[in-house]
């Protein structure tokens, strides 16, 4: 029976493991850099830009990534003018993006917050630019502080993955959940609970690897 | 003549911190600014060195204005002569605010480079150099919270120095040392100005600005005096 089970399940696990990775890995990619943007235009001194940008992140983060998911793929296409149908794996990035951006960038803003504006001051009196004096001075500094906020949405990122079953996409839960249906039984979701745990034990290796690279100053 | 400040006044909000303000200094002349605390010392440093805009007069650094009257408005330099203005102007800050993740040596290069103002052998050799007489030799690859609050003070004075200032100004120098790096703080300020840098010291330190300034220019109540040592 056991051996039945995983003989189905690898196969599926293996094709699903390319979904639930490539949405986190484009997530990331994609989502962080633009963070950084995002937090730039929201505490932007123009009044229209931070309101806008403020209410883009109350809307991602006020609703579920689930909903988000379902309305860019159900809902998008039906709004007037600016409605498009989306396929599924485009849904999927872009609701995806959009959801970790507005934490990211929520993330990176009181990151650099928390900049005494000494150095900012600084650079100015030393006649840097504005944008060397945030790539240079402040951003490093900003990268050091967030890392831990940073690592704790890309964990919580894994494990979102599992929502794109609501589009119909098929990652490594959903080819738990058929194994199951068709023997009935648990098993299946055990073997794919160790992947995430695997999954999540590599990375936090890997953020741990970052923090400490950013230890030798204080 | 290399800084000359005339009929300077500033406010924030309905709090007016100096008005009408003028004095000038020389090639090489110790200035020191006293006064109580919340006289304005601060923020007459932070004006010279455009961390604050003043609201009325006219500041001239080396025969380029910073700010000048135009018809009862006050006139700011464009943004290119701003650049250049800012560099003849240093300001060494009391917390210092070295970049914490960068190196001495990184931290003394990273504005001439910015700037471009040289080759980077010949920024390198000029750091190498600085750090010498400030004696912080073997200090280049320290990070700034390795190093004691003297010689993070002395960093910060090298680092501005990189960009061959007219005008070095320095905001309580001696309010975070102790008696023994005090004495060699005097000692590096008279270095520079022997080197012909004008140099600007705010501090409520009485003794101090006794000991070193040739003339004293005293905030009260939004005036100022000068005494000539
Ligand atoms: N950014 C600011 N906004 C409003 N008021 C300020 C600001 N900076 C300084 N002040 C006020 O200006 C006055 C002078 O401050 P400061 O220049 O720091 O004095 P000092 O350096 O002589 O102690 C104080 O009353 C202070 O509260
Ligand atoms: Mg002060």
Known sequence: METKVLRMLVPMALEGLKVTLGVFAITLIVSLPLAIVVAKLRMSNNKITSKITGTYIYIMRGTPLLLQLMFIFFGFYRVPYIGYPFSREQAIIIAFVLNYTAYFAEIFRGGINSIDVGQHEASLVLGLSKIHTFMKIILPQVIKNVMPSIGNEVITLVKDTSLVYILGSSDILKAARSVSNVYAAFSPYIYIGIVYLVIVAVLTKILDKIESKYNYYR | ?229
């Open chain 2, 1 to 229: 003549m290399v800084l000359l400040v005339e009929n300077l006044s500033k406010s924030f909000g309905n709090n007016e911190v100096f008005h009408d303000i003028s004095f000038s200094v020389n090639i090489g002349e110790i200035v020191c600014i006293r006064g109580k605390s919340g006289e304005g010392k601060t923020t007459l440093l932070r004006c010279l060195t455009s961390l604050e805009t003043a609201d009325k007069g006219s500041i001239k650094i080396n025969n380029m204005y910073l700010c000048k009257e135009d018809n009862n408005n006050i006139k700011y330099a464009q943004k290119n002569e701003l650049q250049a203005i800012r560099q003849e102007i240093g300001l060494v800050f009391q917390n210092f605010n070295l970049f914490p993740h960068m190196n001495i040596m990184e931290n003394l290069m990273e504005a001439p480079l910015f700037l471009k103002n040289d080759t980077r052998e010949n920024i390198k050799s000029r750091a190498e150099e600085l750090l010498k007489s400030l004696e912080l030799e073997g200090k280049e690859d320290s990070y700034p919270f390795q190093l004691s609050g003297g010689q993070q003070q002395r960093v910060a004075i090298a680092r501005a120095c990189m960009l061959n200032p007219s005008v070095l100004c320095f905001d309580e120098p001696t309010s975070a040392l102790d008696d023994q790096t005090r004495g060699q703080i005097s000692k590096i300020i008279k270095y520079l100005s022997s080197e012909g840098i004008a140099i600007i010291i705010v501090t409520h330190d009485n003794a101090f600005a006794d000991e070193i300034a040739h003339r004293i220019i005293t905030m009260k109540d939004g005036k100022i005096t000068i005494e000539e040592q």
